[in-house]
């Protein structure tokens, strides 16, 4: 943090009138806004890596000088640790579709637009190599080459595929591994690939037009590889047809760089699709099973349904590793609602209700203790009711205040500072127990709280993990309601 201030200083002469640290994202770049008298300010930016900090500026100054949109450096260190660029805002392009997200994947025409205006821009970006960019600046390598295609399939298999408990043949998956990597790679590139491109890592101007950040990973590689991170990110449920809608888009900017078929590019873009599908599945393995981070739990049946999917049209054409695939999305752990394979069930499990009786059902509510504690609607004088009040609240900070714990900026505020994922492991423990005596008991409703100061950040991120872990371990019915949002979902009962 010296080094950012001594930084701003030597810039600007004179010292910021207030610093106000930002969220943090995947990385270990720590990011803070810098404030001037007049109100204007700038982004600071100090990172652990001098490789990839001189990687973003170097690609930054280039993509700038092309009449590209990306955030200006204003002044480095020479040592490159720490940064000054432009204030892009708060505002990028997830948090514009969350609306979309919200239900469920049905985005109106002005989400659409949005979605339209950006994968248009995609061709600059990647064809700006064209202009003489250095790829050997890139970082951590200069190209998309066969160690890098077989890192992140073996990242997929180490972090995701063994701690799933599937089995599998190590040698014959290799093998099948260096196989697809071949065909990813049979068609050289001189396109830029962005790698991470995705609505997160776009920002939106006041007047909605998008800007580039956070593609110091890139490297040269093929255009598919961006198209499919874009349209098939595992939370964002973009529907078939609003897909082909924007691959159309894409197809159509494309020609003003290069020639294309287009049902050549489909086939390369589908085999993409499947490969960045497994990087995905890497990363939530990653950051769920080994860094126990509950919204990446919560994203891998997204990222799931994508490979299922994938594996039903053909996709795949590495005997093997189809196989394999095919096991990992039938797995018990894994399958869809109403298709888990019959099993043995334990003694120890909890003995549901015949059929023919009623079921259990549980209600789960965020609230403001300000507005009240809320009423149980089953009539039997209400249930559990947890305090949040004690764990760090992101309300505090500007950038979270209009957002909620169903928005992805608090929910990796919350889950990177930590506290309430400590409450959280209480929580589900004394939730777990009771939830399996009146299974055994064959009570019918079951009600669990979650307060805070506003009932918009803490509770409903706590009721909304709830509700799913209570429905994912159990398969019963849950209905959850943040009851200040007005915002309900039911979770219904597996068959």
Known sequence: MNRLLTLYRDWKKKEPVRVEMLAGAGSNRKYYRLYEEDGHSVIGVVGTSREENAAFIYLSGFFRAQGLAVPEILAADEEQICYLQTDLGNRSLYDALAGGRKKGGQYDSYERELLKRTIRLLPSVQYAARQGLDFSACYPLPEMNHEAVMFDLNYFKYCFLKPSGVDFHEGKLEEDFRALAADLLQESSQTFLYRDFQARNVMLSAADQPFFIDFQGGRKGPREYDVASFLWQASAHYSAELREELIA??????????????????????????????????????????????????????????????????????????????????????????????????????????????????????????????????GNGGGYVFDCRAVHNPGKYEPYRNLTGLDEPVIRFLEEDGEILTFLNSVYALADAHVERYLQRGFTHLMFCFGCTGGQHRSVYSAQHVAVHLHEKYGIEVNVCHREQGISTSFLPRK
């Open 249 to 378: 888009v894409y197809l159509e900017a494309l020609r003003a760089y290069d020639s294309v078929d287009p049902e050549h590019f489909r086939k390369r873009l589908d085999l993409f699709v499947f490969f960045r599908t497994l990087q995905v599945l890497g990363a939530y393995g990653l950051r769920g099973y080994c860094e126990r981070k509950q919204y990446f739990m919560d994203s891998i049946p997204f990222a799931l349904d994508n490979l299922r999917a994938l594996l039903e049209q053909g996709i795949c054409t590495c005997p093997y590793l189809e196989e394999v695939l095919w096991n990992l999305v039938r797995h018990p752990k894994f399958c869809p609602k109403g298709e888990e394979p019959a099993a043995p069930v334990p003694a120890s499990a909890p003995q549901v209700k015949p059929e023919g009786t009623a079921a259990l059902k549980v209600s789960v509510f965020s609230f403001s203790y300000r507005k009240g504690i809320p009423e149980d609607p089953s």
